[in-house]
């Protein structure tokens, strides 16, 4: 799929020569177009706000889907942005320098939500569920004011699979993060175009272009956080059986309702009416009298 032009675009230049890389940088491209064709998130002549937080996984979403985009395999506008939340210490320059010397457009937007997580969050408690609304919502209207249909986030499949085992232990339900949903106003799609790739891909991939990754702990990376055990959980059922990640993702894409426990999903009632016939002729089928 790729050939000697590796520097198709700024955001490549500088790529590492070696078959590992080439092999990987393959791969992520191939798996992102997968889950944009899987869940039919891309529309000809669609604009997509490519949300980046300066983090591993957004970089990477960046760079595959500008290289997508090069091949012809994706017939969308792209427009990265970044929200700048005001936590402190925040880099406020490195995004905008370095999508500026990319040539990637863009849009930086400042909106304090973090003056108002702490005004409403008590000394110890979770920020990250408030902080995320703020965030989203802050993007819905970018979206909006830019004429975007989809706002795309780097979300990976390990944060997919995180999220099931959240809800399973933690919120008493089967639900994770879809590829692709439509937002409550219906007016906006949401994608995640990394729905196949690994974690471990996106860093191993960011950190060998080079690109100037900001840490994920400006809000004070709060300890014990759920996520985090459940990452830990993961991590450890990963080192005794390699690959338990993807089988497990697998099943996230083979759901049985009739297996399940779900009335809402299956009629578990209507079996009766199908088995009328079958339980008049179990004496028989049995063998008895």
Not at 27 to 44: C, E, F, H, N, S
Not at 103 to 132: A, F, N
Not at 258 to 284: I, K, R
Request: aromatic share 8%; with cysteine; net charge neutral.
């Amino acid at each position: 799929m790729l050939d000697d032009a590796d520097d198709i675009h700024p955001l490549f230049h500088g790529a590492p020569k070696g078959l590992e890389f080439r092999k990987l940088r393959k791969r992520l491209v191939q798996q992102a177009r997968d889950a944009i064709d899987t869940y039919g998130m891309a529309k000809p002549g669609e604009r997509w706000l490519v949300c980046l937080s300066g983090g591993k996984d957004s970089y990477t979403l960046l760079a595959v889907l500008h290289e997508l985009k090069w091949r012809g395999l994706l017939p969308v506008d792209l427009l990265a942005c970044n929200l700048d939340q005001g936590q402190p210490g925040f880099p406020a320059t490195v995004l905008p320098e370095f999508l500026t010397r990319m040539g990637v457009e863009h849009r930086i937007e400042y909106q304090d939500t973090y003056s108002v997580v702490i005004d409403k969050i008590k000394p110890g408690g979770t920020m990250c569920s408030l902080c995320s609304r703020l965030r989203r919502g802050n993007l819905y209207r970018i979206a909006r004011e830019e004429g975007c249909s989809t706002v795309v986030l780097g979300h990976h499949r390990d944060d997919i699979l995180e999220t099931f085992f959240m809800n399973l232990f933690h919120g008493g339900r089967l639900a994770s993060m879809p590829p692709r949903l439509l937002n409550e106003e219906g007016d906006l799609f949401v994608a995640r175009p990394l729905a196949f790739v690994a974690e471990a891909d996106c860093d191993r991939f960011a950190r060998s272009m080079g690109y100037p990754i900001i840490p994920c702990d400006l809000c004070g990376s709060q300890e014990g956080l759920q996520r985090a055990q459940v990452k830990k959980l993961l991590d450890e059922w990963e080192t005794r059986v390699p690959g338990r990640r993807q089988v497990m993702f697998r099943s996230l894409m083979n759901v049985r309702p009739s297996h399940l426990a779900d009335p809402g999903l299956f009629d578990f009632a209507g079996l009766m009416q199908l088995a009328g016939p079958v339980a008049e002729n179990l004496p028989q089928l049995r063998g008895e009298d």
